[in-house]
């Protein structure tokens, strides 16, 4: 499975980006989709997940915030990030998890400053 992710950038507090990530190889065996980020000198986390039943979990910091989301046609995950704030500031990969193991995209960039 391949992962590309897009939609990182440059916003201000308070202000919205949506994040993407696109399955190609073999999705069929995807049974869950997840965000993660991280911040410099911080660990990775985990921001959202969705299961392929639509089952969602949030990290506590994002809750009310971000939502995650999926279109199964296009074998893509979405994370609408609102009210952001410069903690949310890092580097954004999405995973998802196939019978076969797990794969990560290559990370996207979000910096919330003013």
């Known amino acids: 499975v391949q992962l590309q992710a897009s939609g990182g950038g440059l916003v201000q507090p308070g202000g919205s980006l949506r994040l993407s990530c696109t399955a190609s190889?073999?999705?069929?065996?995807?049974?869950?989709w997840g965000w993660y980020r991280q911040a410099t000198g911080k660990q990775r986390e985990l921001v959202a997940g969705?299961?392929?039943?639509?089952?969602?979990n949030y990290a506590d910091s994002v809750k009310g915030r971000f939502t995650i989301s999926r279109d199964n046609a296009k074998n893509t995950e979405y994370l609408q990030m609102n009210s952001l704030k410069s903690e949310d500031t890092a580097v954004y990969y999405c995973?998802?998890?196939?019978?076969?193991?797990?794969?990560w995209g290559k990370g996207t960039l979000v910096t919330v400053s003013s």
């Open positions: 190889g073999s999705t069929r065996s995807i049974f869950g």
């Open positions: 995973k998802v998890n196939t019978y076969g193991g797990s794969y």
């Open positions: 969705i299961s392929t039943g639509g089952s969602t």
